[in-house]
């Protein structure tokens, strides 16, 4: 089971990381929401949780709960600029369905 980041994701945690002054890695995790039913929410960590999967991937420590890494095994995070937008992007084999604006996935 794994969590990667793309180069360019984890420079761009790296450069919170860094300016936020504290944190040893990044939580990804899932929450029930949207019309698709589960959206991607993403946290700084100070404090690893029992229980929780830690991963590292470009130098930066993933952190997932086992509820999450079920639907999260294999995703690739990127982070892109498009015109005025930027953010974090999830290539995800297990979603199955997005709605339309991007927000949810479904598996």
Same mark, same amino acid.
């Given at each position: 089971?794994a !969590?990667?980041? @793309? *180069?360019?994701a984890?420079?761009?945690?790296? %450069?919170?990381l860094? %300016?936020r002054?504290?944190?040893i890695?990044?939580r990804i +995790? !899932?929450k029930? @929401?949207?019309c698709s $039913?589960m959206?991607? =929410?993403?946290?700084?960590?100070? &404090?690893? /949780?029992?229980g929780? *999967?830690?991963?590292?991937?470009? $130098? =930066?420590?993933l !952190?997932?709960d086992p509820?999450?890494?079920t639907?999260?095994?294999?995703?690739? =995070?990127?982070?892109?600029k498009e +015109? /005025?937008n &930027?953010?974090?992007?999830f290539?995800?084999p297990?979603a199955?369905?997005?709605?339309?604006?991007?927000?949810s996935? @479904?598996?």
């Open positions: 089971m !969590i990667n980041l @793309t *180069e360019v984890a420079q761009r945690v790296k %450069s919170f860094q %300016s002054g504290k944190g890695g990044l +995790g !899932i029930t @929401t949207g $039913g959206a991607y =929410v993403l946290e700084f960590v100070d &404090e690893v /949780l029992d929780d *999967e830690v991963f590292e991937s470009q $130098g =930066v420590k !952190i997932v509820k999450s890494l639907f999260l095994d294999g995703t690739q =995070v990127d982070f892109a +015109g /005025l &930027e953010g974090f992007q290539s995800n297990n199955k369905d997005a709605c339309g604006c991007g927000e996935f @479904t598996v």
